[in-house]
Nanobody, 123 residues
Framework: QLRLVESGGGLVQAGGSLRLSCAVS????????LGWFRQAPGKEREAVSC????????HYADSVKGRFTISRDKARMTVYLQMNSLKPEDTGIYYC????????????????WGQGTQVTVSS
């Protein structure tokens, strides 16, 4: 059974860093696109970053470019989101997502989701 479990969220001051982790099980990473999304209070869920099934090509929302880095560890079956220079507007619930699909990850319609982890950035 496909399962995604996020961890690493918390409360941090503006300018600080957090690393989110998403442990995946039930499928192989070889043919799976992985992504991170977030949802702020009162707002729609938005894409933050994704990496393609080869783990080679990543995409980032303009709002996080240069601050966030997505990576994956096939041996640990984990995808990470390193978040630096955090801003209050980064606050929200962060979700890990997956879909067994090749090609550019920014065109993938993700269909498997974790339960989310809360990130709160104080000013």
């Amino acid at each position: 059974q496909l399962r995604l479990v996020e961890s690493g969220g918390g409360l941090v001051q503006a300018g600080g860093s957090l690393r989110l982790s998403c442990a995946v099980s039930g499928f192989t990473l070889d043919d799976t696109a992985l992504g991170w999304f977030r949802q702020a209070p009162g707002k729609e869920r938005e894409a933050v970053s994704c990496v393609d099934s080869r783990g080679l090509l990543a995409h980032y929302a303009d709002s996080v470019k240069g601050r966030f880095t997505i990576s994956r560890d096939k041996a640990r079956m984990t995808v990470y989101l390193q978040m630096n220079s955090l801003k209050p507007e980064d606050t929200g619930i962060y979700y890990c997502a997956a879909r067994a699909k090749k090609g550019p990850c920014n065109t993938v319609d993700f269909n498997s989701w974790g339960q989310g982890t809360q990130v709160t950035v104080s000013s």
